[in-house]
Structures are given as structure tokens and as C-alpha cells.
């Protein structure tokens, strides 16, 4: 197969998605590796790497029209659907089911491409393509945040200085976003807040990102989320807010949450009640979900102020570290990109996380998910590769 590696169009993207050593396993498998030029400066691979590793170097038209095998890290944008075509495999994070519109998925589905999203790879009740970015993403918007309480704030956050107070955090959610952002937080010294639905497994699932000697000495205070009933658990935030410098959104709104029952963690006011120059960061990017202040962001250095709180929101917050981020993220695509390399109905009757990750083939929505949030039709991938529908 001719595999094409191209550079990412999103502002502030930075990561690349195939490493010069992988280019050199599929070469050797025998299929033709195509790489656009500066594909992987940020990351730390020049053009010279791949072409040593035996890819092509060629430009973004030529690599579109020849490949059939797509690897990019982010969406394709608007500026490149018109590149799209009937039999491209596109693997890449598509986010179908977030930010992106209805109107946009409708135009890259009609290119006829089959697009499989590396954050739907689903195996043994994990997302392995997803995990590892969500790991950093916690750490380093945990990092971020205190850095921008020195910027905004004039604080130095954490308990450093005998006779200044330690600072108070709060992270909403302890999954694998949330435990990393609490590591970093607690390392720091800073007092931890945790706002969770499942206070009673929390030290199960942090156990893999933070010291639980470190957890017992701190003794970090737990906030239980109560979906059915949240209006205490929406007050104890509240409570906290007038003293916290640091909140970290790492939970997204499920369908056990309607806005019915609860439109937000933190609105408005809860947001004005935080100290001035106080940091809050948003790391789901999912835009007035459940903070209402919180919008997200393309870009890596973006801030903005609203009620006095600095928002900081970034999207893709990993490509602020393209070179542990792209290693980390081609660690865990590439054996599926081998697999893709056999093909896609070989390779998606074989194996059904990629299966399950496909979100349109042959010009049909086939995500079920994502088009019931985004009000799309769908049809089953089943049916499409059983001849149903055409």
C-alpha cells in the first residue's frame, strides 16, 4: 500500500503522525512510504530522517492523489477537503462527536472516504490512542495553570514559602486527565480539591500517576458528584471557589447529565467569586459544557479574562510537547497502521476496535454516536460492507 504522512494545517499542531524508524518497518514490508516536506521538524525529524528511512518526500497534492493510506494527526481541515477522495483511509483524530459541525462532517463524509478516529479505538474497555494524550494533557495543564498564576496573579502557587499560605486547586474529574493534573498539583504542594462521582474508587484510579504516600500525607479533600441530586454537590464548589487560584476541568457532560438537571459545575458567578488573577482551565475542550466561562482554543498561548479568572482552554494542549506527544502517540497507532496497510475491510473485519472507530465509509455516516449528537442519519458499517447500501 502507499501510505501518505502529512503535515499538520492546524494552527499551533505540531506533532506528526509516523516516526522515520516506522517509516522504515513499512518499507521493509514492502509498501511506499510518501512524507510532505517539514512533516516532522517540530517533533524533532528532519526531512532527511525519512528519506533515509527509505520514504519519498513529495509534496501535499501528489501525496492526497497517490496514497490510498492517510496518516495525520488532527482532522483534516476545510482547506484540504477538497482533496479528499472516494477510497482514502483517513486515520487520524476526527472528533466527530465534539466541536466540529454538522455541516462540516456532512462535507467530508461525501468525499466518500473511509475516516477511522484514533480516540474511538476501543480494546478491553480502554481507549489506547486516547490515553496516552490525556496523560500529558493533565500534567501539562496543570503545569500551565501555575504558571499562569505567576503571570496573572504574582503568586508563586504550592507551598514553597514558610509564612505564605499553600494555594488551593481544584480538579474536577480524576480520570486519566484529572490524575495526572492532580500529580503535578500535589508534587507542587499545592491543597488539592477533587470533585469526582465515584469518590470510593478514586485511589484505585490514580494508583498509576500518583504516590498514594504522597496522596495519604496530603490528605486532599473529595467532593462527591452526585449526578441524581447535584445541588449540594453544585453548593460544596461553590463554597470552595472564593479560595481556590486553580481549576482544572477534566470531566465531560455525559447523557446521565442533562442540562436540565444541571447546566453547569461552574457558572458565571461562581467563576467572579474566584480571587482575581486565579487560573481556570478547561481540558476537554468542549466549549460551555460544564464550566459556562469556558470556551476552547486552537492555540497554544491564547488567554482570556472573564470575571476576573484567567481561561486557559487550549484544544490540543499535547502539541505544546510535539516530541514526547508524537512518541507516545505513534507508539500506540502504529500497530494499527499495520494493520490498515492490508487494507480496510481486511483489516476492520479482523479487528474491532478499528471497526468500532470508523466513523464513515463509502460516502455514509457510520458512527452511531456521532451522528445521534449531532442530530446526522447514519448506517451501520456492518451493512456497508455486507453490500446493503451503497
Keep these: 500500500m502507499r501510505v501518505g504522512v502529512l503535515k499538520e494545517r492546524k494552527r499551533d499542531e505540531r506533532r506528526v503522525a509516523l516516526r ?3 517509516t522504515a518497518a513499512l518499507v521493509a514490508a514492502g509498501h511506499e512510504v510518501l512524507v510532505e516536506p ?3 521538524l517540530a517533533s524533532g525529524f528532519a526531512d532527511a530522517d525519512y528519506a533515509g528511512s527509505g520514504a519519498a518526500l513529495d509534496g501535499r497534492e501528489r501525496i492526497y492523489d497517490a496514497s ?3 496518516l495525520k494527526v488532527k482532522c483534516p481541515l476545510p482547506e484540504e477537503y477538497g482533496f479528499l477522495k472516494r477510497g482514502h483511509i483517513v486515520f487520524a483524530y476526527l472528533h466527530f462527536d465534539e466541536n466540529i459541525a454538522p455541516s462540516e462532517i456532512e462535507r467530508i463524509v461525501a468525499t466518500g472516504i473511509t475516516g477511522i478516529a484514533y480516540e474511538w479505538v476501543e480494546k478491553s474497555g480502554t481507549l489506547p490512542l486516547l490515553t496516552p494524550m490525556s496523560e500529558i494533557t493533565g500534567a501539562i495543564f496543570a503545569l500551565r495553570a501555575m504558571e499562569l498564576l505567576v503571570e496573572h496573579a504574582g503568586v508563586l502557587g504550592g507551598g514553597y ?15 486519566h486527565i484529572g490524575s495526572n493534573a492532580i500529580n503535578v498539583l500535589l508534587r507542587n504542594r499545592f491543597r488539592v480539591v477533587v470533585v469526582d462521582k465515584h469518590p470510593e474508587t478514586i485511589e484505585m484510579r490514580i494508583r498509576p500517576y500518583v504516590d498514594l504516600g504522597m496522596w495519604s500525607d496530603a490528605r486532599p479533600e473529595i467532593i462527591r458528584f452526585d449526578e441524581s441530586s447535584p445541588g449540594a454537590s453544585l453548593e460544596e464548589i461553590r463554597r470552595h471557589l472564593p479560595e481556590t487560584a486553580i481549576v482544572i476541568c ?4 455525559r447523557p446521565s447529565l442533562p442540562k436540565s438537571r444541571c447546566e453547569y459545575l461552574i457558572d458565571r458567578a461562581g467563576v467572579a467569586a474566584m480571587p482575581e488573577g486565579s487560573v481556570l482551565c478547561d481540558a476537554t475542550a468542549c466549549d460551555r459544557d460544564l464550566i459556562e466561562t469556558a470556551v476552547s482554543s486552537e492555540s ?6 472573564e470575571e476576573g479568572t484567567v481561561h486557559y ?3 490540543h494542549i499535547p502539541s505544546l510537547v510535539p516530541a514526547t506527544a508524537t512518541k507516545l502517540l505513534t507508539d500506540a497507532t502504529f500497530p494499527y497502521v499495520e494493520k490498515l496497510v492490508r487494507g480496510f475491510e481486511d483489516a476492520s473485519r479482523s479487528d474491532a476496535p478499528l471497526r468500532g472507530a470508523t466513523m464513515c465509509h463509502r460516502g455514509k455516516l457510520t458512527h452511531a454516536y456521532s451522528a445521534e449528537k449531532k442530530g446526522l ?7 456497508l460492507l455486507a453490500g446493503v447500501q451503497e
Design 20 to 22: 522515520p524508524d516506522q
Design 38 to 40: 517539514g512533516a516532522g
Design 68 to 70: 490510498e493510506l492517510l
Design 161 to 175: 514559602v514558610d509564612g505564605w499560605p499553600e494555594s488551593q486547586a481544584i480538579v474536577i474529574g480524576a480520570g
Design 250 to 253: 477534566a470531566a465531560v457532560r
Design 300 to 305: 497554544l498561548t491564547e488567554t482570556y479574562v
Design 313 to 315: 482552554n487550549c484544544d
Design 377 to 383: 442519519p447514519h448506517v451501520s458499517l456492518e451493512e
